[in-house]
């Protein structure tokens, strides 16, 4: 095996990460979010089919687009947050996988011909990578606020007019604080959700 990474790293990523509803005022600068963009693209799909698609909310002018389709709940930690992205799924995904995966260019085929596949294929793989995100957020020293409580509809409408991309959830992004943040929450000790065959 490999060195573990240290546990200052572990915490950071994982031990002491929590999900942020408030922000400090620290800025995230574009630098960061191609830096959190190349540490992100490293994480694993099949295939290689890398169907994430992001859209960085950062203006005020970008953030009023999505305002009008989030839960009440979801309002001040999205307005406020230094940043918020949108984490979609690419539904053609398949076109690209001649470029992405050179040794099987036929794979396409394993997608682009069976809406389902593909729609599974897409949703999977995206919702890992918006993992693969929040991971490469912590690890650069980033916190997190994820959220699904949109619309995600009319997220779609407003930003993938064409049909091509879909939402699949929100993570804001920046220098959070403890105001309002409830205590952790259990998590199921080992025995209960896993085995060891
Ligand atoms: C995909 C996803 C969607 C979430 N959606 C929301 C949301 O819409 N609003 C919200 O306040 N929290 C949301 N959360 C935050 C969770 O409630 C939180 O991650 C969980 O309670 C664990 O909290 P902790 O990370 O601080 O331990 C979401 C988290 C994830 C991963």
Not at 53 to 71: D, G, N
Not at 80 to 92: E, F, G, L, Q
Not at 160 to 168: E, L, M, T, Y
């Amino acid at each position: 095996m490999r060195k573990p990474i240290n546990d200052h790293a572990l915490d950071q990523i994982f031990r002491d990460a929590r999900s942020y509803n408030v922000w400090s005022d620290e800025e995230v600068p574009d630098e960061t979010l191609t830096q959190l963009y190349d540490l992100l693209k490293w994480g694993p799909t099949s295939a290689n089919c890398f169907p994430m698609r992001l859209v960085f909310l950062k203006s005020q002018k970008a953030k009023a687009r999505i305002k009008p389709h989030l839960i009440e709940g979801n309002v001040n930690k999205v307005m406020t947050s230094p940043v918020t992205v949108i984490i979609a799924y690419d539904m053609k995904f398949y076109d690209r996988i001649p470029e992405l995966f050179p040794h099987n260019p036929g794979a396409r085929d394993w997608f682009a011909h069976d809406e389902k596949v593909a729609f599974d294929t897409a949703f999977r793989n995206g919702t890992l990578q918006g993992a693969y995100l929040m991971i490469a957020a912590r690890a650069l020293g980033l916190d997190c606020g994820p959220m699904s409580g949109f619309d995600n509809a009319g997220v779609d409408k407003e930003f993938f007019p064409d049909g091509q991309f879909k939402s699949n959830f929100l993570c804001a992004l920046g220098v959070g604080t403890d105001e309002l943040l409830f205590g952790r929450s259990p998590r199921p000790a080992f025995d209960t959700v896993a085995e060891i065959l």
